[in-house]
T-cell receptor, first 114, second 111 residues
């Protein structure tokens, strides 16, 4: 039973380019969370999605960031026109029941903006 | 504002020593989770506490949630180098299915 799969593991983008981060939840999980972790900082909530719906995006920057979780396929976190401050580790987590059951985390995507 | 405060921020202990990490909230918590993160990896679920006064143990790690459900502690007995990592508490303080995390405690265990 595969865990949460994130790809790519490492992503390098130049300023102004787009970054697309993918997350395949565990089988049977319809709740997906995205978090950002800056160096030496904690894990910051970004967005919570269920299939085809954004439930809570209170942690997402208002511009350049978007997330989706389509009926078929992985959840995507998209960052347009990346800036150096976007460099961070982005983690995805999934669960079968939102925060009522433990979240299972992927190994993250480390985004470096040059 | 940070809703979950962890202390200490970092801890260096000698192998074999006991240690405690604390997690405090100003709000009543609807579920409290403890996770461990190793460098460069994702978070590994350790334990979940839901009821006031609840205590759970797994191997040498014990977690407790106070009666008011606003403070939790994680205790490691006879620490080993394999316990090294970052420990994070997570909770849903507003009961909205949005899980937030504390700032983490970095634990180092030296032989």
């Amino acid at each position: 039973n595969a865990g949460v799969m994130q790809n790519p593991r490492h992503l390098v983008r130049r300023r102004g380019q787009e970054a697309r981060l993918r997350c395949s939840p565990m089988k049977g999980h319809s709740h997906v969370y995205w978090y950002r972790q800056l160096p030496e900082e904690g894990l910051k909530f970004m967005v919570y999605l269920q299939k085809e719906n954004i439930i809570d995006e209170s942690g997402m920057p208002k511009e350049r960031f978007s997330a989706e979780f389509p009926k078929e396929g992985p959840s995507i976190l998209r960052i347009q026109q990346v800036v150096r401050g976007d460099s961070a580790a982005y983690f995805c987590a999934s669960s079968p029941q939102g925060a009522q059951s433990p979240l299972h985390f992927g190994n993250g995507t480390r985004l470096t903006v040059t | 504002s940070q809703e979950l405060e962890q202390s200490p921020q970092s801890l260096i202990v000698q192998e074999g020593k006991n240690l405690t990490i604390n997690c405090t909230s100003s709000k009543t918590l609807y579920g409290l989770y403890w996770y461990k993160q190793k460098y460069g990896e994702g978070l590994i679920f350790l334990m979940m506490l839901q009821k006031g006064g609840e205590e759970k143990s797994h191997e040498k790690i014990t977690a407790k949630l106070d009666e008011k459900k606003q403070q939790s502690s994680l205790h490691i007995t006879a620490s080993q180098p394999s316990h090294a990592g970052i420990y994070l508490c997570g909770a849903d303080p507003d009961d909205t299915d949005k899980l937030i995390f504390g700032t983490g405690t970095r634990l180092q265990v030296f032989p």
